[in-house]
């Protein structure tokens, strides 16, 4: 089968995939090389090696310089998570936004934090706390650190009304990032803050963002009664 002049990378990389799920090509088969089947497909051989390397991260094959490319027998299934602005998530709800600064200072940085985000002696942050809400019930509570050596000018007025998160993404595009869920327990602080009994189980993420090696921020969001985060993969 060929496709036309114009095949894309997708169209190769969804014929490849039909052919794996139809058993065409059965788990731990060996495949024909990117040269067979950009000959097939009728198209340049770097559009094969892109689908072929997007099959490879999805986990649906294995490629190997010396033995070839194989169907995977167990594939691993990766999770897509999308995480926007929680402005633009609360806004999608159909819900009024409304942001408030809790509290920002600049205090002595913490050993957790050094240890965490690997910051020398002398590295300095901004520890800032604020409130996003939907119709004006709350929604989530954002604490956050900011790393100065990394954003030297940041200051407290830089959030008197827009979130860090909203700031963050405008200025100081990150390379990096690695994210954490789990439930916590509320606390007297972030409790009175979304409106829970102290000691109710609390959706968290932990966020830590880099800069090429720099790290930017650790942040970590609690979120209200009722929060729901979906993956499709």
């Known amino acids: 089968m060929s496709l036309s002049d114009k095949v894309s990378f997708r169209d190769i990389k969804a014929q490849i995939l039909a052919r794996i799920r139809d058993r065409v090509w059965a788990p731990g088969a060996i495949m024909p090389g990117e040269v067979e089947l950009s000959h097939e497909f009728g198209c340049a051989r770097a559009t094969v090696n892109r689908a072929m390397r997007e099959l490879?991260?999805?986990?649906?094959?294995?490629?190997?310089?010396?033995?070839?490319?194989?169907?995977?027998?167990?594939?691993?299934?990766q999770a897509k998570f999308e995480i926007p602005l929680v402005?633009?998530?609360?806004?999608?709800?159909?819900?009024?936004?409304?942001?408030?600064?809790?509290?920002?200072?600049?205090?002595?940085?913490?050993?957790?934090?050094?240890?965490r985000l690997g910051l020398g002696p002398d590295d300095k942050v901004l520890h800032l706390q604020c409130m996003h809400y939907a119709d004006n019930a709350p929604f989530q509570f954002e604490d956050r650190w900011i790393n100065k050596a990394t954003v030297p000018?940041?200051?407290?007025?830089?959030?008197?009304?827009?979130?860090?998160?909203?700031?963050?993404?405008n200025q100081v595009p990150f390379t990096e990032a690695e994210i954490s869920f789990s439930a916590t327990a509320a606390n007297e602080s972030n409790?009175?803050?979304?409106?829970?009994?102290?000691?109710?189980?609390?959706?968290?993420?932990?966020?830590?963002t880099w800069l090429k090696t720099r790290p930017i921020t650790f942040a970590r969001m609690f979120f209200g009664r009722g929060y729901r985060m979906t993956t499709r993969f």
Request: aromatic share 8%; net charge negative.
């Open 191 to 208: 409790a009175d803050l979304l409106a829970l009994p102290v000691g109710e189980p609390v959706f968290t993420a932990e966020r830590i």
């Open 153 to 169: 000018d940041i200051d407290c007025s830089d959030f008197e009304t827009l979130s860090p998160n909203e700031w963050l993404v």
């Open 56 to 77: 490879a991260d999805e986990g649906f094959i294995d490629r190997r310089r010396k033995t070839g490319t194989r169907v995977n027998a167990n594939p691993i299934r």
């Open 87 to 115: 402005r633009v998530e609360i806004e999608a709800s159909g819900a009024a936004y409304r942001y408030a600064l809790v509290s920002c200072e600049s205090p002595p940085t913490p050993d957790w934090l050094r240890a």
